[in-house]
């Protein structure tokens, strides 16, 4: 009855002409961004900060927050046309979006994108409003060890995600591993792999590494190609989803949905990780894990619920306890500090009309964008029609842009383009770059975590296995590898008995 | 029409400009960036927007803050360090760009004292011993007993090594001769999430981090460093009257401009930033965030400040074999 009657307060404060139109502001701008490759919400916030001095706090949050997940929305749309992951979690929308818009699925994948991160707003928000005080302490029960150790599960099922050999998915992950160990230690403040270059003390952006393997790779290949991207804009068939595709991804959507609500609690690095760990789970229990990389609508609805639930989620550290999850979040403690206002415990008691309101502005705001962005579909599938020779400049324009907003430094550009180079090597090599990516984000979580747990018990490494969530974790990466590895032996003692 | 009074605008800022030449007193006659070396949201950047603000009002002219994070905040240091010295880019900078890369970096790409012109310094934060509930201890006194009678039980956090919180606390270990874990963290709030949850026990920490949930009742706070209480944590004792008046450590934060900016030009900022400093607004609103505004009396006098504070954590980072490079 509470909860009521807190929604109630919440939706009178989000109601409002003023609150409404800002919230609007905020989606919009959010979308814009989010499609501009690179061009992340951080940058635009920053920019657009001095802006909300002066509005009321509530006003400002809503806005900002609006920005915040209309990215997530509008990322996913330069994934699915281009194969340009607009934002760090869109990166997996990028593996079957992109290929099913080369079939002429471009209007399916995209509505199911807008659909599945509207299911997921929804049940986010009602799980915020329901659970956030409980839920923080779930977070709070996650130590260095049990970190340690869902970095682990995260990359056993990192093999699960390659498609191809698993030699060569292995050797990807080592790389990305190597690749994100790049920057100061940690544990020692030593810089590693940096030559000297102060640019590099702070490690290379994920979003960076992103548009060079995904974006420019893909740039390249297009252009070794005449005149192939003409032809899958005029397959396009229809712009809606058939029964059968939405049979197929309503319960994708739904498993999406409740793992990135899960991961988006967790501050260190879980919303990141959701969009990766729903599209792994959906290949492991899909019945056509054949389609999987080749255009299946699970490998887009799952992920793209399980980043949008992570992203709304990921406030609830940061309402209840003043932690900020990612670098967006803290930049929302600076605009509440700002204003003012301390984030942390204290929020639900001395402000409930800000908290409320946030809160029930996220839904409103997640209805603007599925209503707002479900027409444009028609519009951004006619952009694929667009002669190539004109699209490409200008996507490596925004993408130099995006990259360069991110901290302003030219030499960012010069290192996607690197990679763009090494991505192109990889399609060759037919290596993956999934598996880089997900070694490139765990590779530094997991050395920071396990030395910080082997500290804290002065170099005992029992202390995964004492503490419960730990040991869990780690039973279960075990059962995974037994899963993975257990049909090459079955076959190979086939082939044997064969002979 | 807009565009004729731009156009006229701009020829009357050059007949301005060319009559009176540049010599501080027709300072500024463009727009003034204040660059920030963190990213949006911390104190620096605080301190950076509300003194923007503040300039933009009575200087009559934009103030653009720019976010120029990166390298341990060197990338924007040095941008600022190697800008031309007309007055039109500043750098928000304090304790640990200005004074602790000094004493402990020996590549750095700037030098402090010859590559900055101080302006002054706008704030003074202090450090509370926030320490998790679970600990068994009450004041600082109880603290230094439970870690004697327990070695090797407490952990504390820090944002990094060579950081602010990780010299305040081996500060307190020299000082009180107790020995206690340094653990570092990717930041001061996922060391604070470890302190909530328990797996560390204790931070030294700037009270902005962990302030609200002190007020909750989810962490203890035993003492703060400084002369006085704090106005938003009045029942903290400060170390003096904990009985530990020997362990004194504080941050600051503040405006240099690079160095050879004309002087007039520096005394002009000077002037203009310690008035808005002064307004009792503006003392309060950096009092909510637990910064204290300390203006200093002439640039000359940020200038000495910064060079004992150099000196004096040098001897830290000495004693507590601090080495961030290996």
């Not at chain 1, 790779?217 to 190609?225: A, D, G």
């Not at chain 1, 999934?434 to 765990?442: E, R, T």
């Not at chain 2, 009575?58 to 190697?82: Q, W, Y």
């Not at chain 2, 107790?178 to 328990?198: C, E, F, M, N, R």
């Amino acid at each position: 009855m509470e909860l009521l009657g807190n929604i109630g307060l919440g939706l009178g404060v989000a109601l409002t002409l003023v609150n409404l139109v800002y919230c609007f502001i905020g989606v919009l701008v959010g979308t814009l961004v989010g499609v501009l490759p690179g061009l992340g919400p951080l940058a635009t916030m920053a920019m657009l900060l001095p802006l909300t001095f002066n509005l009321t706090p509530v006003t400002a949050l809503i806005m900002l927050a609006g920005i915040y997940y209309g990215a997530q929305y509008g990322g996913s749309t330069t994934a699915i046309l281009v194969n340009l992951p607009g934002e760090s979690s869109s990166v997996v929308t990028c593996l079957d979006g992109y290929q099913m818009a080369r079939q002429g699925r471009a209007g399916p994948a995209l509505a199911v994108a807008a659909l599945a991160s509207f299911f997921a707003g929804t049940f986010a928000t009602l799980v915020i409003a329901a659970f956030a005080p409980p839920l923080a302490e779930v977070a709070l029960n996650f130590g260095p060890a049990a970190y340690f150790s869902l970095m682990v599960l995260g990359l056993v099922s990192a093999v699960v995600l390659a498609a191809g050999s698993l030699l060569k998915a292995f050797c990807m992950i080592l790389l990305g591993i190597l690749l994100g160990l790049i920057g100061t230690d940690v544990n020692s403040g030593m810089a590693r792999f940096t030559f000297n270059i102060s640019a590099l003390t702070d490690g290379i952006g994920f979003v960076i590494v992103a548009m060079g393997v995904f974006g420019f790779t893909e740039v390249i290949l297009n252009l070794e190609v005449k005149g192939k991207r003409e032809i899958f804009a005029k397959k396009v068939k229809n712009l809606w989803l058939t029964k059968s595709e939405f049979k197929a991804a309503a319960p994708a959507v739904l498993r999406g949905t409740l793992l990135g609500s899960m991961l988006g609690i967790l501050p260190g690095g879980g919303a990141l990780l959701s969009s990766f760990a729903a599209y792994t789970l959906e290949k492991r229990i899909s019945k056509n894990q054949a389609q999987f990389g080749k255009g299946a609508i699970e490998g887009v609805a799952a992920p793209e619920a399980a980043n949008n639930a992570g992203a709304q989620t990921s406030f609830i550290p940061l309402l209840t306890l003043g932690i900020p999850s990612n670098p967006v979040m803290a930049l929302m403690i600076g605009a509440m500090m700002i204003h003012n206002i301390q984030p942390g415990p204290q929020i639900v008691i001395n402000q409930p009309q800000l908290f409320w309101g946030m809160i029930a502005s996220m839904w409103i705001g997640n209805l603007m964008l599925v209503i707002f962005n479900l027409p444009l579909i028609g519009m951004w599938v006619r952009l694929l029609s667009v002669p190539y020779r004109l699209l490409f400049p200008s996507i490596l324009l925004f993408c130099g842009i995006g990259i360069y907003s991110l901290s302003y430094n030219t030499f960012d550009i010069h290192i996607a383009a690197l990679f763009g180079l090494l991505g192109y090597i990889f399609v060759k090599l037919e290596c993956e770059p999934a598996p880089l990516m997900l070694g490139f984000i765990l590779g530094p979580m997991l050395e920071e975590y396990l030395r910080r747990a082997l500290l804290l018990s002065r170099g005992d490494p029992l202390t995964f296995f004492t503490n419960p969530i730990s040991a869990g974790m780690l039973i279960a990466s075990a059962i995974l590898l037994v899963i993975v590895i257990l049909p090459a032996v079955r076959k190979k003692r086939e082939d044997v008995f064969a002979e | 029409m807009v565009k004729i009074l731009c156009r006229s605008l701009l020829l009357l800022a050059i007949v301005v400009f060319t009559v009176t030449g540049a010599f501080g007193q027709d300072y500024p006659t463009q727009p003034i960036r204040i660059i920030v070396p963190y990213t949006a949201g911390g104190s620096s950047d605080y301190v950076g927007r509300t003194v923007g603000a503040k300039l933009q009002e009575n200087l009559g002219r934009p103030v653009v803050v720019e976010n120029r994070p990166g390298g341990n905040a060197v990338i924007g240091t040095e941008l600022v360090a190697k800008a031309r010295p007309d007055g039109y880019t500043l750098l928000v900078a304090g304790f640990s760009v200005l004074a602790a890369n000094m004493a402990m970096y020996k590549n750095l790409p700037y030098d402090t004292l010859r590559d900055f012109a101080p302006i002054t310094n706008v704030q003074d934060s202090q450090i509370v011993v926030a320490v998790n509930p679970k600990v068994p201890v009450n004041s600082i006194k109880e603290l230094i007993a439970y870690a004697k009678a327990n070695p090797g039980k407490l952990n504390y956090g820090s944002a990094g090594v060579g950081n602010t919180l990780h010299l305040a606390g081996e500060m307190f270990c020299l000082t009180t001769g107790v020995i206690l874990t340094h653990v570092p963290y990717k930041g001061a709030s996922q060391a604070l999430t470890d302190l909530l949850g328990g797996s560390i026990q204790l931070m030294f920490d700037l009270p902005q981090t962990p302030l609200s949930n002190i007020q909750a009742g989810r962490l203890k706070a035993l003492a703060v460093t400084g002369e006085k209480r704090l106005d938003v944590l009045p029942d903290v004792p400060t170390m003096a009257q904990a009985g530990v008046p020997e362990y004194n450590f504080a941050t600051w934060t503040g405006l240099v401009a690079p160095a050879n900016t004309p002087p007039a030009i520096v005394d002009r900022l000077f002037k203009e930033i310690t008035k808005a400093l002064n307004q009792p607004a503006v003392r309060d609103s950096f009092a909510k965030q637990a910064m204290v505004v300390k203006p200093n009396e002439s640039p000359e006098a940020f200038r000495q400040f910064i060079k004992n504070e150099i000196d004096r954590i040098r001897k830290v980072v000495q004693a507590a074999d601090i080495k961030p490079e290996g």
